[in-house]
């Protein structure tokens, strides 16, 4: 059930982002896109927070109800649920810039409507072919920031650095 939760904030993610970054998007001032990017990357890890938040109190309030340790796993494995999608959509973009076949680079884009600012700083172009390898590569690291927003913060909240929700 947790991993559909994490695909669930994915989504959710995606969604508000989708609408801010096509909302400021038409702005052409630099200064605009990067409050554009910085937001939509906020949605992202503020959201991927909140849920490892609630995650991590429901885990400790059922670790000490029934005298479970609490497996490391398990919070690993929900962060790289929640960076599969930006992960799989990566892949694909890589195969389409190596082959001409098809045009992946704008579904890419809107797929991971969260980046979409820094995809445009990194190549404003539409296309998979106008990217270079050295910047599809430049785009690889962005996959794993579902994964650390998640696995970071659940980490704080089990340690208690971060106050867990009372439910």
Not at 45 to 59: G, H, K, Q, Y
Not at 143 to 166: D, Q, R, W
Request: aromatic share 10%; charged share 10%; glycine share 4%.
């Amino acid at each position: 059930m947790r991993h559909l939760k994490a695909i669930g904030y994915i989504v959710a993610s995606e969604i508000l982002s989708l609408f801010i970054g096509l909302t400021l998007a038409s702005s052409a001032m630099t200064f605009m896109k990067l409050i554009c990017a910085v937001c939509t990357v906020g949605i992202l890890i503020c959201l991927m927070a909140n849920f490892a938040m609630n995650t991590a109190s429901e885990d400790l309030k059922k670790s000490r109800t029934e005298n479970l340790k609490l497996s490391p796993l398990v919070p690993l494995a929900t962060g790289v649920t929640a960076s599969l999608p930006s992960l799989a959509s990566w892949i694909v973009l890589f195969v389409s810039h190596k082959t001409s076949g098809f045009d992946f680079y704008k579904w890419h884009k809107l797929l991971n409507a969260y980046f979409l600012q820094i995809y445009n700083f990194i190549n404003s172009d539409a296309s998979s072919s106008a990217l270079t390898s050295a910047q599809v590569w430049l785009m690889l690291p962005l996959v794993a920031v579902p994964f650390a927003s998640y696995v970071t913060v659940y980490a704080l909240t089990v340690k208690g650095v971060i106050k867990a929700p009372v439910r």
